[in-house]
């Protein structure tokens, strides 16, 4: 059973920073294409960014594109998304997301997911 737990979303201030993590067990974590998703109230859940199974692809949404950043610690099975420059368009609940075969950036790409974690920014 390959289980996924979020952490670290919170309440922040516009223009502060969060880190968000992802603790994948289960399944062996290096063979994993990681992603981010967030869903906002009435809103559908959106791609947010991706790494690959080796980290040496990452990909972004353009909503936050240079001010998130994905990454990846195989040796604690976690991978993470530091988010800067946070804007009440941010506020949402944050998925992290797991699949063995696509590096994709569509919810019907990704078998498995975590609870979420709410990010709220107050403006």
């Known amino acids: 059973q390959v289980q996924l737990v979020e952490s670290g979303g919170g309440l922040v201030q516009a223009g502060g920073s969060l880190r968000l993590s992802c603790k994948v067990s289960?399944?062996?974590?290096?063979?994993?294409?990681m992603g981010w998703f967030r869903q906002a109230p009435g809103k559908e859940r959106e791609f947010i960014a991706i790494i690959n199974w080796s980290g040496s692809v990452t990909n972004y949404a353009d909503s936050v594109k240079g001010r998130f950043t994905i990454s990846r610690t195989d040796a604690q099975n976690t991978v993470y998304l530091q988010m800067d420059s946070l804007n009440a368009e941010d506020t949402a609940v944050y998925y992290c997301?797991?699949?063995?075969?696509?590096?994709?950036?569509?919810?019907?790409?990704?078998?498995?997911w975590g609870q979420g974690t709410q990010v709220t920014v107050s403006s």
């Open positions: 997301a797991a699949n063995p075969f696509v590096r994709g950036i569509k919810v019907e790409h990704y078998e498995y």
């Open positions: 289960g399944r062996t974590f290096s063979t994993l294409n």
